[in-house]
């Protein structure tokens, strides 16, 4: 049966699958999309541990397949070079970014619009200059308060579908994946952030919520910054 059309309870399956059957999992998800979408299948690359672990597995299927990757001007430089090295190493991995003129400190007074100028414009940008019909994320569904309510196949935007192939992952699963198979991460992993964005929107915590650290002390706290929850498809400017 294909796994596309598949009614399985995720809660059940977050805890139920085993390592091995984690990985036979995603790898069926992303070779069923690249069989039926090709070169329109893409991955989104945000350069963090699930991120990097996504696109291993889709190299995994299709040395081919191409992504996506949405940088802001704040950014850490760890990331930046990550990035560097990401992009020298896979040139079939598109950077996108907006230089757009924004009010001083707006990911402080307005961090909706922040994140709606810089990272939801780009991805945009990125999914209609590549002609996406499927776009690959790294989401998984005990990362947070936000992201639970997730399916591993979506069409949130009409037209534009949505594969999370490691939606069932739990966070510890995810590192046993990139120790076994030797996938470098982004150095800010080793100074104790479990979850990365950019510089001014991103802390260290020990909260148990793995997104905890993002955007703190404003109503987006361990949040979104809208790429999975915004249209991308005729939505509003960039
Ligand atoms: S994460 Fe912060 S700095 Fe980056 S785009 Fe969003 S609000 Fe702006």
């Not at 069989?35 to 893409?42: A, K, P, R, S, T």
């Amino acid at each position: 049966m294909s796994l596309f059309e598949n009614k399985d309870d995720l809660k059940v399956l977050v805890e139920t699958l085993n390592f091995k059957e984690k990985v036979e999992r995603s790898l069926a998800l992303i070779k069923e999309a690249f069989e039926l979408y090709g070169d329109g299948l893409v991955v989104a690359n945000s350069l963090g541990k699930d991120s990097v672990m996504v696109w291993d597995l889709a190299k995994k299927v299709n040395k081919q397949i191409r992504g996506f990757i949405v940088t802001t001007r704040f950014k850490p430089k760890e990331t930046i070079a990550f990035m560097q090295e990401a992009v020298a190493r896979y040139p079939e991995l598109k950077v996108y970014k907006s230089d757009i003129v924004i009010p001083d400190k707006l990911y402080e007074t307005d961090p909706d619009r922040c994140c709606d100028l810089l990272k939801v414009g780009p991805t945009r940008q990125a999914i209609n200059e590549m002609k996406v019909k499927c776009w690959v994320t790294g989401l998984r569904c005990t990362e947070g308060r936000t992201r639970t309510d997730f399916k591993e196949v979506e069409e949130r935007d009409k037209g534009l579908l949505k594969l999370n192939p490691i939606l069932i992952w739990k966070e510890r699963e995810v590192w046993q994946y990139l120790a076994l198979y030797g996938v470098k991460v982004n150095p800010l992993y080793a100074q104790g952030y479990r979850s990365l964005g950019c510089a001014p929107c991103t802390k260290i915590t020990s909260d148990e919520n793995e997104r905890a650290g993002r955007w703190i002390g404003t109503s987006k706290c361990g949040g979104e910054c809208g790429i999975h929850t915004r249209p991308l498809i005729n939505g509003e400017g960039i």
